[in-house]
């Protein structure tokens, strides 16, 4: 046929059971691809040569959460999901980061000094939630801060991330011939549900929230759940994150 079409150039199989989400690096760090999985692990692989499709070499295997298997039979405890989303963070002036979500938020960085990823920051939600559906970390553009959206338990949460620059220690500046380069470390400095769980009391209940996506500049937030709705965030000059467009999709079922 005139029409192109897609060829299978590589299967990557080293995950133990279903792959649940997957997402390209930005591209500044390569072609790197990061996959989460219910046995709890996120597996980075890059392809090397961009020429050659046909291999992608495991780079990095990183044990974020438990699996169903790590449970003993005695435990009554509902089995865990494993890795259910990730995100990369897309700032040019960051090193290779991404967040992985399960039964918590997680942060991974890549250290040149050590050439191995290590995890950065553990995100608990303020609503104590267990399960953790969906995150996106937002698009900086000048910002002296990052922004990171999650939906835990069908209620959509926002965490500010402040940049701290973390100078070497004093005798790794003796040692060093052009002194200390600055690290930046990344520390929650705060936290916003903007939509909250169902409550027994409210009658009928709010609708749940099952998704999240910010605009290309990070500055609006972008939610999508039940009965067919999209409610649109933004910030207000206080910092405060407020509902300002729905939009819902029309529901009647068609004839066939």
Known sequence: ????????????????????????????????????????????YEAVDVMNLAQWPLQATLSAFSSEGDLSPQQNTPPPLGVTCLSWCTGRFEPPTLIVGGSHLAIYRYSDASRQWQSLLTLTSPGNCTNVLDVAWAPNVGRRYHLIASVDDHQLTVYKLARNTVTA????????????????QLELESSQILHDAPSEEETPPPQQVWRCQWNVTGTVLASSGDGGRVQLWKSDFEGTWKCVSQMYGDLTPTMT
């Open 169 to 184: 220690s004093s005798s790794q500046k003796k040692g060093g011939a052009g002194g200390a380069k600055p690290d930046y």
């Open 1 to 44: 046929t005139g029409g192109s079409r897609w060829v299978n150039k590589a299967s990557l199989t080293e995950a133990r059971r279903a792959v649940t989400c997957l997402e390209f690096a930005p591209r500044q760090w390569g072609l790197k691809l990061a996959t989460g999985s219910a046995d709890g692990r996120i597996r980075i």
